[in-house]
């Protein structure tokens, strides 16, 4: 059994007093309002949460898409919540993975062609065909997205987000716009990453039923985390209840 | 699969997906890029040529004539500081007799040295030779009146020197840079076949013009650092006791006038025309640009999260602009030169040079190709900023529903707008973004006003024939004597056959002066009242000549800074260095040169001889035309003959030819502008739209109802447009008739209704054309697709 206190891999994220707030003319949304987290290395984290509690914001902040209005955010220990965005922009090419619920895949290119994208900008890609075998899509690869299913358009998505080989994939309800069975097939492939990779993943999700395949579930409410578990049985994709 | 990136790959299918909308965008940058290549290329053509020549036949530098000259003024005139070259020439109007021509042609009988090249104003030999010593009815001709009459060395024909009939031998075909443009008198445009210019041994015409050991014509080459102010001064007043008329410059040398001229319009082309289309091409690029990168915000909120670099990301859009502008630039660049070539033939048959190439110097094409690529990136800027400035995080979320304004609300405050909830739609819609609202209605109108611009030629050049052969000079004819005659002369013009009314004139040639301005001109008198020939007030009515006072038409009066009432100082160039001042007692109209009239009564108290009289015109039966020509071929009391019945059918020939050409390219540019504005924003409006307008259908409106919408906004800025299109297009035709105003003619300022109406017309035309073709594109909407996508 793990604990919070005594951790036994080192961390990847050390987020402290994370405050996020949204000004839209008068109104003030605070959107994260003293987050502290951890996340670590090669394990796989399950953020859970209403509407509006905040998860996409922390997600887009440790990935680098957003700043923190206060607060800090170590990635390896390297602060990332004043870096400049140039230095954004090489975080998220050297070390963070994407997927999104919307898939976002450029309509104009294939598959194989999706996920070239990032390899071609990457560092030590693996071969676009590669990913998309590891998400089981290798018979599609010369299809465009709007030849594709929902459920493939995400597997593509998630092929592209780990063929650079990220050390950490993040991942903004990848399931919300799928059905259970597609849904599924997406969590097995994302499962088989992280085992296979090894890259810390974080998963949004408004599904309480997925947290039991998380090593961590963050519970958010208000801006705030109102609870952390650590499971100690991880069940299996197939085996989730949708 | 490695030569292209994915982000190239993503570029080239959106081209492909886009190639309607970028073909259009190209023809309008091809269409700039065609006119720039064409109006630099045939100016530096023209300029270039011009110089090469010049100096390769020592063209003059100023030039002046006088009645009879002892040659021993030559070596004072070569002594004047800053002259580098003078040659004294006998030059003198003949009248032309060419076997198989009824009508005379009129022709410059010019001296060359006996021996040698002339030190100034060479020829330039294109067959046979020079007349050889000793040979004196040996002549050069000009190429073009050689070509005209299909003259080869050997060849004769017959000219009137002096009253005497002389059978002339051509020796050989030249060129002159004093010709490159030649023009008869009372030309209005060149008629190669009815104005020769002939060259002789200098010793034959002495003794022709019983001219020995004088000269009646002198021209200068200047050295490099000479003031030719004061040259010309001190050439005045050596020759102004043997009857000067006054020396100018290269600057009022008709035929380099009229280059100057051609060269003056082709500038003013090159500023106007091709930022025109520089303009709307790169209001186009960022429609379509602003439009793709709307659809696409989800992309590039990817392309960031996923690490590429604003750079990488402007680039991307950056080289979709170039490739867009790189397909304009190839077709406008092939188009251009064709077309250039197409000119510099055009230029050959007005022009007289040994060789005139259209040029086709790499520069011009750098040129064009980085002009075309900044306009775009122009265009492109603003749209790329707004991708550059796109947060990632932000990209990533559905953009906000737009916002639109509660205008033409039917329900508001109980007042029902008779529109539809349609109609209403649309025009929210056209609220909603103004400015691009605005620039399209811009965009629209500016076709109407080129087509304004270009056809308005038709109406002023209807107009100056109607006002110069119908109003002012009505005559079919005018004669000019060898030397002026009393007033008996006209009794026997009445009587030459065919002849059914005449009228005298005296022209003197004077120098005007006002302050420290001053002009050589001839002033023309003429009786009272005339019928034949008339001078116009600037309404057009007919002025009946004051017993006293001088009239000048508008530019020489603006030239010497006078107003009606004003005293004009006037010298006659009859070397008697008399000054005296006279009342300007009237403003002219005239389109064609430099004018001054005064009654003959004013005239000869001024020169102090009365009743003589230069010439007439005359009012012929045309059954006995014929016969009027061969008497007039006899008669060698009549120097030169002006056709001016002729010259207007000639004129309107060449002038028609030439505006049926450009109007051909306007029309054609007017369209691809036209198609290029509305095409695309039809396209875009569509594609923002698609959604609203499938669910309408799911809604159960018929196409016919779903397309109005759209059709109704086009149709709002097309038909603002129209008003704003006529009004630029008078303001671009006032500018044009500006510019092309020279001391050799004026375009009048005349755009009649119809040619608004036809502009319009055009341009609603292509208008129509377009919304149809999108109109077919929303009759095919893909519902379900639509529906289906995340906008
Ligand atoms: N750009 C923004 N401007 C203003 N408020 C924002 C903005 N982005 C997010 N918010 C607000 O911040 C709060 C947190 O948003 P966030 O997207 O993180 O929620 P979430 O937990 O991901 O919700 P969901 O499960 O619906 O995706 C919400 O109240 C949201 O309205
Ligand atoms: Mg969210």
């Given amino acids: 059994m793990r604990s919070d206190t005594a951790p036994s891999r080192p961390a990847i994220f050390d987020v402290t007093g994370l405050t996020k707030i949204y000004r839209t003319g008068e109104v003030e949304v605070r959107a994260l309002n003293g987050v502290d987290l951890r996340l670590e290395q090669g394990e796989m984290a399950v953020l859970l949460g209403p509407s509006g509690s905040g998860k996409s914001t922390l997600l887009n902040i440790i990935g680098g898409l957003d700043r923190p209005t206060s607060g800090s955010v170590k990635f390896k220990g390297e602060e990332l919540a004043g870096a400049s965005d140039r230095d954004l922009t090489l975080y998220r090419r050297n070390h963070v993975g994407f997927v999104f619920q919307f898939y976002n895949l450029i309509p104009s290119l294939t598959a194989w062609e999706n996920v070239a994208l990032v390899t071609e900008v990457a560092t030590h890609p693996m071969p676009p065909a590669d990913a998309l075998a590891l998400v089981g899509l290798e018979s599609r690869m010369d299809h465009f997205p709007a030849q594709l299913s929902g459920g493939e358009q995400q597997r593509v998505a998630i092929a592209r987000a780990i063929a650079k080989r990220p050390e950490v994939l993040l991942c903004d309800e990848p399931t919300g716009a799928l059905d259970s069975a597609t849904g599924i097939i997406v969590l097995e492939a994302l499962a088989r990453v992280n085992e296979e990779t090894g890259a810390t993943t974080a998963i949004i999700t408004h599904n309480a039923g997925i947290r039991k395949i998380a090593h961590r579930v963050y519970s958010f409410l208000d801006g705030q985390i109102a609870s952390c578990e650590l499971n100690e049985e991880r069940i299996k994709p197939s085996e989730v209840s949708w | ?791």
């Fill in chain 2, 1 to 791: 699969m490695k030569a292209f990136s994915m982000l190239d790959r993503k570029l080239i299918r959106d081209l492909a997906r886009l190639w309607a909308q970028s073909l259009a965008v190209a023809l309008v940058m091809a269409c700039g890029v065609m006119t720039l290549i064409l109006a630099l290329g045939a100016a530096r053509a023209l300029d270039d040529t011009r110089a090469a020549f010049y100096d390769r036949t020592r063209f003059g530098d100023v030039f002046a004539s006088a009645t009879r000259a002892p040659e021993s003024l030559k070596s004072q005139i070569a002594a004047i500081e800053g002259v580098s070259a003078v040659a004294t020439r006998i030059v003198n109007p003949v009248i032309i007799d060419i076997t198989g021509m009824a009508e005379p042609a009129t022709g410059m009988l010019i001296s060359i040295p006996d021996h040698g090249d002339p030190a100034v104003n060479r020829l330039y030999l294109r067959s046979g030779r020079l007349p050889e010593p000793g040979r004196d009815n040996e002549a050069t001709v000009i190429e073009a009146f050689a070509e005209a009459h299909g003259f080869r060395p050997g060849d004769r024909f017959d000219v009137l020197i002096n009253g005497r009939k002389r059978s002339l031998s051509i020796s050989g075909i030249v060129l002159s840079p004093e010709y490159v443009y030649a023009i008869g008198p009372g030309d209005m445009v060149p008629d190669q076949k009815r104005f020769g210019v002939i060259h002789m041994h200098r010793s034959v015409l002495e003794g022709a013009y019983d001219m020995n050991g004088a000269f009646n014509d002198v021209s200068l080459t200047l050295s490099r650092n000479a003031d030719q102010k004061d040259v010309i001064a001190w050439l005045d007043s050596i020759l102004e006791p043997h009857g000067g008329t006054g020396a100018y410059g290269r600057k009022d040398h008709m035929s380099d006038a009229f280059l100057d001229s051609e060269l003056t319009q082709l500038r003013a082309m090159t500023q106007v025309i091709p930022p025109i289309f520089l303009f709307i091409a790169a209001f186009l690029v960022n429609m379509i640009l602003s439009r793709l990168i709307a659809l696409e915000r989800e992309q590039i909120g990817l392309l960031k999260a996923v690490g590429y670099t604003n750079a990488t990301i402007a680039w991307h859009y950056a080289k979709l602009t170039l490739a867009i502008s790189l397909v304009g630039i190839t077709i406008g660049a092939i188009a251009g030169t064709r077309l250039g070539h197409g000119m510099a033939s055009l230029y050959g048959e007005f022009y007289s040079f040994p060789f005139l190439v259209f040029s086709q110097e790499p520069d011009l094409y750098v040129i064009s190709t980085l002009v075309t690529f900044a306009a775009a990136l122009i265009g492109a800027a603003n749209a790329i900023r707004g991708a550059v400035r796109l947060q990632p995080a932000v990209a990533m979320r559905p953009p906000a529903p737009t916002r639109y304004r509660n205008l033409f609300n039917a329900s508001a405050g109980g007042f029902r707008l008779p529109f539809s909830q349609l109609t209403v739609m649309a025009l929210r819609h056209l609220v909603r973004w103004p400015l691009r609202t605005a620039l399209t209605t811009l965009g629209t109108a500016l076709p109407v006003a080129l087509l304004i611009t270009s056809l308005f030629a038709f109406d002023s050049v209807e107009h100056m024939i109607d006002t110069i052969w119908f109003q002012a000079d009505r005559q079919d004819a005018t004669l000019t004597f060898a030397m002026d005659s009393s007033e008996d002369a006209i009794r026997e013009v009445s009587r030459l056959p065919g002849v059914m009314a005449a009228e005298p004139f005296r022209a003197a040639a004077a120098t005007l002066r006002n302050g420290h301005r001053s002009r050589n001109i001839q002033i023309i008198a003429s009786n009272p009242e005339t019928d034949v020939s008339r001078v116009l007030d600037r309404d057009f009515a007919a002025v009946t000549l004051p017993p006293a006072g001088i009239l000048l038409s508008e530019r020489l009066a603006g030239h010497l800074g006078l107003v009606t009432g004003d005293q004009v100082d006037i010298e006659l160039n009859d070397g008697q260095g008399r000054r005296v001042l006279v009342p300007l007692v009237g403003v002219t109209n005239s389109y064609v040169g430099l004018n001054a009239h005064m009654s003959r009564e004013a005239l000869d108290r001024l020169s102090g001889q009365g009743g003589l009289i230069s010439g007439a015109r005359v009012i012929v039966d045309e059954s006995r035309l014929d016969d009027l020509y061969a008497e007039v071929k006899q008669t060698p009391a009549i120097a030169s003959v002006a056709l001016q019945g002729i010259s207007r059918q000639r004129f309107r020939a060449v002038i028609e030819e030439n505006i049926g050409i450009s109007i051909t390219i306007y029309v054609t540019l007017a369209v691809i502008i036209t198609f290029g504005v509305i095409y695309n924003s039809a396209r875009i409006q569509l594609s923002e739209r698609a959604r609203e307008l499938a669910s309408l259908r799911v809604f159960g409106f018929t196409s016919g109802e779903v397309s109005s919408v759209l059709l109704t906004e086009l149709g709002v800025m097309v038909l603002l447009a129209q008003p704003l299109g006529w009004l630029i297009g008078h303001s671009f035709s006032v500018l044009v008739a500006r510019g092309f105003e020279t001391d050799l003619f004026r375009i009048p300022l005349i755009i009649n209704p119809s040619t608004y109406a036809v502009s319009s017309l055009i341009v609603l035309g292509g208008a129509l054309v377009s919304a149809l073709i999108v109109r077919r594109r929303i009759d095919r909407l893909d519902l379900i697709r639509v529906l289906k996508t995340r906008d």
